[in-house]
C-alpha cells in the first residue's frame, strides 16, 4: 500500500469521493423523508376539524425561535441533498460523454432514471408550497379562480381567546380550485416517485439492503412512496369533492 | 443465416467514430466471435480495414471481450459473455447493432476495443493482499465456514471484463469495485489491510473518471458471471466501516 498522510487529512479527502457524497445524500434523503411524515400527519388532521387544525397552526406559530432553528435545520439538510446531487450529476454525465445508439434497461425503474428531475419538480413545489401556505404574498395564490378576491392570509376564526388565523379555511379554499389541487397532486406523484426509489437507494447506500434484508429493504420505497402519496392526496381530494367542507 | 451488421468504427481515440453497415452469412453453431473473424476475413481479402475487438480465452474466464450488442453488454444472454455468445441466438435475416464499451475511464482505442488500464490501476491501489501464501494449502488448513467461503468466491467470479461500467446508466465502476473489496475482506487473508484497501481502491475508482453509483441495479443485470448488486451494499459498509476507524 502506498505511503500515507495523516489520518484528518486523509478523512478530509475521503468526504469528497463518490460514496461519501452519496451516503450524505442518503442520510439527508431519510431525514428530508421523515420531515414529510411528520408534515403529513399534521395536514391529516383537517379530517378531525376546524379546531384541531387552526390549534396546530397556532401551535407551529408559538414555538417562536424554534421554529426557525427547524427551518434552518431543514433548509442546511436540503442544501446538503442539493449539493451533493449537483456534485454527483456533474461527474455522472463526464463519465459518459459519448451516448450508446442504444443502452437496454434491464432492471432499473422509471422513478430511478428521472430522480433529478423529480427532485427539481420538488424543488419548485416547495418553493411554491411556501409561498402558497407560509410566507404572505397578497391575495392568495389563484390567477384564473378568484374567489370574490379573498385574501386568504387574512382569514381569521374567532375563539373564546381571541381570532387566529384561519388555517382550515384556507385549506379548503384553495383545494376546492381544480388549478390548485391539481398542482398539489402532480407534486405528491413526483414525491411518491422520488420516494419510491430514493427510499430503497438510501438504505442499499448505508449497506442496510444486503443479503437477507435486500428484499425487505427493496420493498420499503415504494411502500413507503405509497402510503406518504395517499395520505398527502387524502386531504385535498376530500375538500374538493366536498368531504371537509 | 444472412445477418447484418452495423457495427462502430473509429480508426484511433481522438478520430470521430461511426456506424458502418455490414452482412456476413453465418451459421447457427458461430460463436459471436468466429462470426465476426468470418467478416474480418471477408474485409481482409477485400483489402479492407478488419473490425478491431478485444478476445482473449473465447471461454468466459477471461473478461477480454467486450462489445455492446443491441443495447446489452455481451449480448441478450444472461451470465454469459460475448465469447460464448453463438449465432443460434438470431435469426436469418436480423440486424445487429455492436458498439464499444462507452465511458470516458475506458477511451475508445480502436473500433470496438477500449482502453480498459483504469480497472488495472484499481486494482494496483488494493485489489491483492500482502502476503506471501506460498503454495496452495491444504482444503482445511485455515478454518474458513463454508458460506463465508462460498460468498467470498461469489466475488471472486468477477473477471473485470467491465460489463457493469457499460451498462450503469452513470458509467459507475461500483460493481467491479465491490466485487473485489468483498471477495477479499471476507476472508482473513484479506482483513488484514481492510481498510487501506477499500480507502485507496474507491480513491482509484474517482480518480479514473466513473460515475457514481444511485443503485439502479443494470450492473448486476449485465454481468457474464451474475455477481449481485450487494456487493455494492457490503463496498458501502465497508467503506463506512474504514472511515469511522480511528486510523
Same mark, same amino acid.
Not at chain 2, 465502476?173 to 480507502?199: C, I, T, Y
Given at each position: 500500500?502506498p505511503?500515507?498522510?495523516?489520518?484528518?487529512?486523509?478523512?478530509?479527502?475521503?468526504?469528497?469521493?463518490?460514496?461519501?457524497?452519496?451516503?450524505?445524500?442518503?442520510?439527508?434523503?431519510v431525514?428530508?423523508?421523515?420531515?414529510?411524515?411528520?408534515?403529513?400527519?399534521?395536514?391529516?388532521?383537517?379530517?378531525?376539524?376546524?379546531?384541531?387544525?387552526?390549534?396546530?397552526?397556532? *401551535?407551529? %406559530?408559538?414555538?417562536?425561535? +424554534?421554529?426557525? $432553528?427547524?427551518?434552518?435545520?431543514? =433548509?442546511?439538510?436540503?442544501? #446538503? /441533498?442539493?449539493?451533493?446531487?449537483?456534485?454527483?450529476?456533474?461527474?455522472?454525465?463526464?463519465?459518459?460523454?459519448?451516448?450508446?445508439?442504444?443502452?437496454?434497461?434491464?432492471?432499473?425503474?422509471?422513478?430511478?432514471?428521472?430522480?433529478?428531475?423529480?427532485?427539481?419538480?420538488?424543488?419548485?413545489?416547495?418553493?411554491?408550497?411556501?409561498?402558497?401556505?407560509?410566507?404572505?404574498?397578497?391575495?392568495?395564490?389563484?390567477?384564473?379562480?378568484e374567489?370574490?378576491?379573498?385574501?386568504?392570509?387574512?382569514?381569521?376564526?374567532?375563539?373564546?381567546?381571541?381570532?387566529?388565523?384561519?388555517?382550515?379555511?384556507?385549506?379548503?379554499?384553495? *383545494?376546492? %380550485?381544480?388549478?390548485?389541487? +391539481?398542482?398539489? $397532486?402532480?407534486?405528491?406523484?413526483? =414525491?411518491?416517485?422520488?420516494? #419510491? /426509489?430514493g427510499v430503497?437507494?438510501?438504505?442499499?447506500?448505508?449497506?442496510?439492503?444486503?443479503?437477507?434484508?435486500?428484499?425487505?429493504?427493496?420493498l420499503?420505497?415504494?411502500?413507503?412512496?405509497?402510503?406518504?402519496?395517499?395520505?398527502?392526496?387524502?386531504?385535498?381530494l376530500?375538500?374538493?369533492?366536498?368531504?371537509?367542507? | 443465416?444472412?445477418?447484418?451488421?452495423?457495427?462502430?468504427?473509429?480508426?484511433?481515440?481522438?478520430?470521430?467514430?461511426?456506424?458502418?453497415?455490414?452482412?456476413?452469412?453465418?451459421?447457427?453453431?458461430?460463436?459471436?466471435?468466429?462470426?465476426?473473424?468470418?467478416?474480418?476475413?471477408?474485409?481482409?481479402?477485400?483489402?479492407?480495414?478488419?473490425?478491431?475487438?478485444?478476445?482473449?480465452?473465447?471461454e468466459?474466464?477471461?473478461g477480454?471481450?467486450s462489445?455492446?450488442?443491441?443495447?446489452?453488454?455481451?449480448?441478450?444472454?444472461?451470465?454469459?459473455?460475448?465469447?460464448?455468445?453463438?449465432?443460434?441466438?438470431?435469426?436469418?435475416?436480423?440486424?445487429?447493432?455492436?458498439e464499444?464499451?462507452?465511458?470516458?475511464?475506458?477511451?475508445?482505442?480502436?473500433?470496438?476495443?477500449?482502453?480498459?488500464?483504469?480497472?488495472?490501476?484499481?486494482?494496483?491501489?488494493?485489489?491483492?493482499?500482502?502476503?506471501?501464501?506460498?503454495?496452495?494449502?491444504?482444503?482445511?488448513?485455515?478454518?474458513?465456514?463454508?458460506?463465508?467461503?462460498?460468498?467470498?468466491?461469489?466475488?471472486?467470479?468477477?473477471?473485470?471484463?467491465?460489463?457493469?461500467?457499460?451498462?450503469?446508466?452513470?458509467?459507475?465502476?461500483?460493481?467491479?469495485?465491490?466485487?473485489?473489496?468483498?471477495?477479499?475482506?471476507?476472508?482473513?487473508?484479506?482483513?488484514?489491510?481492510?481498510?487501506?484497501?477499500?480507502?485507496?481502491?474507491?480513491?482509484?475508482?474517482?480518480?479514473?473518471?466513473?460515475?457514481?453509483?444511485?443503485n439502479?441495479?443494470?450492473?448486476?443485470?449485465?454481468?457474464?458471471?451474475?455477481?449481485?448488486?450487494?456487493?455494492?451494499?457490503?463496498?458501502?459498509?465497508?467503506?463506512?466501516?474504514?472511515?469511522?476507524?480511528?486510523?
Amino acid at each position: 500500500m502506498p505511503a500515507e498522510q495523516n489520518g484528518f487529512d486523509r478523512l478530509v479527502r475521503a468526504l469528497g469521493s463518490t460514496i461519501s457524497l452519496k451516503i450524505v445524500m442518503a442520510v439527508t434523503g431519510v431525514l428530508l423523508a421523515g420531515f414529510v411524515l411528520i408534515h403529513m400527519t399534521g395536514h391529516l388532521q383537517m379530517f378531525i376539524g376546524r379546531d384541531a387544525y387552526n390549534e396546530y397552526g397556532e *401551535f407551529m %406559530q408559538s414555538l417562536g425561535p +424554534l421554529l426557525w $432553528v427547524a427551518r434552518l435545520g431543514l =433548509l442546511t439538510v436540503l442544501a #446538503a /441533498h442539493v449539493g451533493a446531487m449537483a456534485t454527483l450529476l456533474m461527474r455522472n454525465q463526464s463519465a459518459r460523454p459519448e451516448r450508446y445508439a442504444g443502452l437496454r434497461q434491464q432492471r432499473t425503474s422509471l422513478a430511478a432514471m428521472y430522480m433529478t428531475e423529480l427532485g427539481i419538480v420538488l424543488l419548485v413545489f416547495i418553493v411554491y408550497h411556501l409561498l402558497h401556505f407560509t410566507i404572505a404574498p397578497i391575495g392568495g395564490f389563484s390567477v384564473h379562480h378568484e374567489f370574490g378576491g379573498v385574501d386568504y392570509y387574512a382569514l381569521q376564526q374567532v375563539t373564546e381567546e381571541g381570532s387566529r388565523r384561519d388555517l382550515y379555511s384556507h385549506f379548503v379554499i384553495s *383545494f376546492q %380550485q381544480p388549478a390548485i389541487l +391539481l398542482t398539489y $397532486v402532480l407534486a405528491t406523484l413526483a =414525491l411518491a416517485g422520488h420516494l #419510491a /426509489h430514493g427510499v430503497t437507494s438510501a438504505c442499499k447506500t448505508v449497506g442496510l439492503a444486503i443479503g437477507r434484508w435486500k428484499i425487505p429493504f427493496e420493498l420499503l420505497g415504494p411502500a413507503f412512496a405509497v402510503f406518504i402519496g395517499l395520505g398527502f392526496l387524502a386531504p385535498p381530494l376530500a375538500v374538493f369533492v366536498g368531504i371537509i367542507q | 443465416m444472412h445477418i447484418k451488421l452495423k457495427i462502430w468504427r473509429q480508426t484511433g481515440p481522438d478520430k470521430e467514430g461511426y456506424f458502418e453497415p455490414h452482412e456476413v452469412e453465418a451459421n447457427e453453431h458461430m460463436s459471436f466471435l468466429e462470426m465476426l473473424d468470418v467478416l474480418n476475413e471477408e474485409l481482409l481479402a477485400a483489402g479492407k480495414e478488419p473490425v478491431a475487438f478485444d478476445h482473449d480465452c473465447r471461454e468466459g474466464i477471461c473478461g477480454a471481450c467486450s462489445m455492446v450488442i443491441d443495447g446489452r453488454p455481451h449480448g441478450p444472454r444472461d451470465g454469459t459473455t460475448t465469447c460464448q455468445l453463438h449465432m443460434r441466438e438470431y435469426h436469418d435475416g436480423q440486424e445487429i447493432v455492436i458498439e464499444p464499451w462507452r465511458a470516458s475511464a475506458f477511451p475508445v482505442i480502436r473500433d470496438l476495443v477500449v482502453d480498459r488500464r483504469a480497472f488495472d490501476r484499481i486494482q494496483h491501489a488494493g485489489g491483492y493482499i500482502s502476503v506471501s501464501t506460498g503454495a496452495a494449502p491444504d482444503a482445511n488448513a485455515i478454518p474458513i465456514g463454508k458460506r463465508t467461503a462460498d460468498e467470498a468466491f461469489d466475488y471472486a467470479a468477477c473477471i473485470g471484463c467491465g460489463a457493469c461500467v457499460a451498462a450503469c446508466p452513470n458509467a459507475s465502476a461500483m460493481l467491479f469495485v465491490a466485487s473485489k473489496v468483498a471477495h477479499l475482506s471476507l476472508l482473513p487473508q484479506g482483513e488484514v489491510e481492510r481498510k487501506d484497501r477499500v480507502r485507496n481502491m474507491v480513491t482509484a475508482m474517482d480518480e479514473a473518471g466513473f460515475g457514481g453509483c444511485t443503485n439502479h441495479g443494470e450492473c448486476s443485470a449485465a454481468c457474464p458471471k451474475n455477481i449481485s448488486v450487494d456487493a455494492i451494499s457490503l463496498l458501502n459498509r465497508e467503506y463506512m466501516r474504514a472511515g469511522f476507524a480511528r486510523d
